[in-house]
C-alpha cells in the first residue's frame, strides 16, 4: 500500500493564489477622505462638552520592561533563525518576527509566551514582499507581531 499526502505543496499553492488575490485587491483604489482639526474638535465638543480631565503620558517603566523583551527577543530570533524588527516610538513599540516557522524548544516557547504575555496586542500572519527592503519584507514566511502600549492614562484632579 503505498500513501502519499502533498500538504505542504498544496499549501503554497494556495499561498501563491492568496498571494495574487492580494495583490489584485492593492491594487483597487481606495478613497480617502480628508478630515480636519477642526471637524474633529467640533464632534467632540458635542460629545463632552466639558475638557477632558484624562492625558496621557510615557510610562518609563513600560518602556524599560519593552527595551527587556527587546533583548531578550534579538538572542532568539538568532536562536530560531528568525528575522527580526524592534520599533519603539514615544506611545507604542513593537517586536515583529518572520520566519518560516516560529517555535523552537521549551526555553524559547516560555519567551515567546513572556513576550505575550506583557504585549497588549498580537497578530499573526503571512508576511508580504512591500518592497520596503526591511528585515521583515519577506515573501509568503510566518509574521508573528508583538505590539506594546508605552503609555499609560493620567486623570488629573482640579
Known amino acids: 500500500m503505498r500513501i502519499e499526502r502533498y500538504y505542504y505543496t498544496n499549501a503554497k499553492k494556495e499561498q501563491k493564489e492568496l498571494e495574487k488575490k492580494r495583490k489584485a485587491a492593492k491594487q483597487i483604489p481606495i478613497e480617502r477622505k480628508q478630515v480636519t482639526e477642526q471637524a474633529v474638535d467640533a464632534v467632540l465638543s458635542k460629545l463632552f462638552p466639558e475638557p477632558a480631565k484624562?492625558?496621557?503620558?510615557?510610562?518609563?517603566k513600560?518602556?524599560?520592561?519593552?527595551?527587556?523583551?527587546a533583548e531578550t527577543a534579538i538572542d532568539l530570533a538568532e536562536e530560531i533563525g528568525a528575522n527580526l524588527l524592534i520599533e519603539a516610538e514615544e506611545m507604542a513599540g513593537c517586536i515583529i518576527f518572520v520566519s518560516e516557522e516560529l517555535g523552537g524548544r521549551d526555553e524559547q516557547k516560555m519567551i515567546l509566551n513572556t513576550i505575550g504575555a506583557i504585549s497588549d496586542e498580537i497578530y499573526i500572519r503571512v508576511s508580504a514582499d512591500t518592497g520596503e527592503g526591511s528585515a521583515i519584507d519577506l515573501d509568503g514566511l510566518v509574521q508573528l507581531e508583538f505590539w506594546f502600549d508605552?503609555?499609560?492614562s493620567v486623570e488629573r484632579k482640579e
Open 54 to 60: 484624562i492625558y496621557t503620558i510615557a510610562d518609563p
Open 150 to 152: 508605552l503609555f499609560r
Open 62 to 69: 513600560k518602556f524599560t520592561r519593552f527595551r527587556e523583551m
